[in-house]
């Protein structure tokens, strides 16, 4: 198993421009979640899912949009990037079958300039 | 709102230490709580969850308690390593989604 995957790494975009953070699971988990990450804070949900076609906004929604289209891949939108979304994002999945333990990616560094 | 503070913010220690890092939390309404460790530059690994029906669990030198009725969570490290420093994060999940403290950054020097 994979795990939990992300593309790309590392990003650079200037304000205003708009990109997709892919992330994918293999292991079969109905919840994936979107977390940001910036300097010395500990994560924020930013959106998660429970299932193909349902999502729904945690802490820190604003700027950003989900899709959920089927059980393995979670994108998260970003449209016109701001300097506020520079950070790190992390995607994460669980099941309750694993008592709802969330296994990460390796998170995706995005910088706006 | 759901609060997790995490005691102390930054922690040094010579190798072969014992040690103890401190996580509350302010909702006593909790289905488990998670500590990961997340080492510079790279994402999370699970260290040990603790559903709200048990006290402790123990995974090698670590041992992660929970008392719910005082909002607690403690991960005490026994022995100390070099390969221990990185920052330690403990997480409340009211059921499926996570609150995460701000974590603790553990130096173990040689």
């Known amino acids: 198993n994979a795990g939990v995957t992300q593309t790309p790494k590392f990003r650079i975009l200037k304000i205003g421009q708009s990109m997709t953070l892919q992330c994918a699971q293999d292991?079969?988990?109905?919840?994936m979640y979107w977390y940001r990450q910036d300097p010395g804070m500990g994560l924020k949900l930013i959106y998660y899912?429970?299932?193909?076609?349902?999502?729904d906004k945690g802490e820190v929604p604003n700027g950003y949009n989900v899709s959920r289209s089927t059980t393995e891949d979670f994108p998260l939108r970003l449209e016109l990037a701001a300097p506020s979304q520079t950070s790190v994002y992390f995607c994460?999945?669980?099941?309750?079958?694993?008592?709802?333990?969330?296994?990460f990616g390796p998170g995706t560094r995005l910088t706006v300039t | 709102k759901q609060e997790v503070t995490q005691i102390p913010a930054a922690l040094s220690v010579p190798e072969g230490e014992n040690l103890v890092l401190n996580c509350s939390f302010t909702?006593?309404?909790?289905?488990?709580l998670q500590w990961f460790r997340q080492d510079p530059g790279k994402g999370l690994t699970s260290l040990l969850l603790?559903?709200?029906?048990?006290r402790e669990q123990t995974s090698g030198r670590l041992n992660a308690s929970l008392d719910k009725s005082s909002g607690r969570s403690t991960l005490y490290i026994a022995a100390s390593q070099p390969g221990d420093s990185a920052t330690y994060l403990c997480?409340?999940?009211?059921?499926?989604?996570?609150?995460f403290g701000k974590g603790t950054m553990l130096l173990v020097s040689p």
């Open positions: 994460a999945s669980s099941h309750h079958r694993e008592k709802w333990e969330q296994y």
């Open positions: 292991m079969n988990h109905n919840y």
């Open positions: 899912s429970v299932g193909a076609g349902i999502t």
């Open positions: 909702d006593s309404a909790i289905y488990n």
């Open positions: 603790i559903q709200s029906s048990q």
């Open positions: 997480a409340h999940s009211g059921y499926s989604t996570l609150t």
